[in-house]
């Protein structure tokens, strides 16, 4: 089993910054793929970024200049600096991580409790 810990929602002015982070643990767990999703009251959960093991990363076009992911393999963890905060950027934000366990070939996804932000004048 894998456990997610994220941190560093809160409330916000528009025009603001919030840096999300998300630890991941768990024995025998090889990670590889980690993002970011985010759900608004009201609405479907929504992908906003992934890095993918191989380093790549994509960001909806909603977040593109203003947001930035990126993670630390040796801590297991994963960030979201959220720079340029609007008010529709309100939502719980969720980070997913797929990994491995051992040398199996069944990819395994875990998601974090979520984290509010808040982006209010």
């Known amino acids: 089993q894998v456990h997610l810990v994220e941190s560093g929602g809160g409330l916000v002015q528009p025009g603001g910054s919030l840096r999300l982070s998300c630890a991941a643990s768990?024995?025998?767990?090889?990670?590889?793929?980690m993002a970011w999703y985010r759900q608004a009251p009201g609405k479907q959960r929504e992908s906003v970024a992934t890095?993918?093991?191989?380093?790549?990363?994509n960001y909806a076009d909603f977040v593109k200049g203003r947001f930035t992911i990126s993670r630390d393999n040796a801590k297991g963890t994963v960030y979201l600096q959220m720079n340029s905060l609007k008010p529709e950027d309100t939502a719980v934000y969720y980070c997913?991580?797929?990994?491995?366990?051992?040398?199996?070939?069944?990819?395994?996804?875990?998601w974090g409790q979520g984290t509010q932000v808040t982006v209010s004048s």
């Open positions: 997913n991580v797929a990994g491995f366990y051992g040398n199996g070939r069944t990819k395994y996804t875990y």
């Open positions: 890095f993918t093991s191989g380093g790549s990363t």
């Open positions: 768990g024995s025998s767990f090889t990670i590889s793929d």
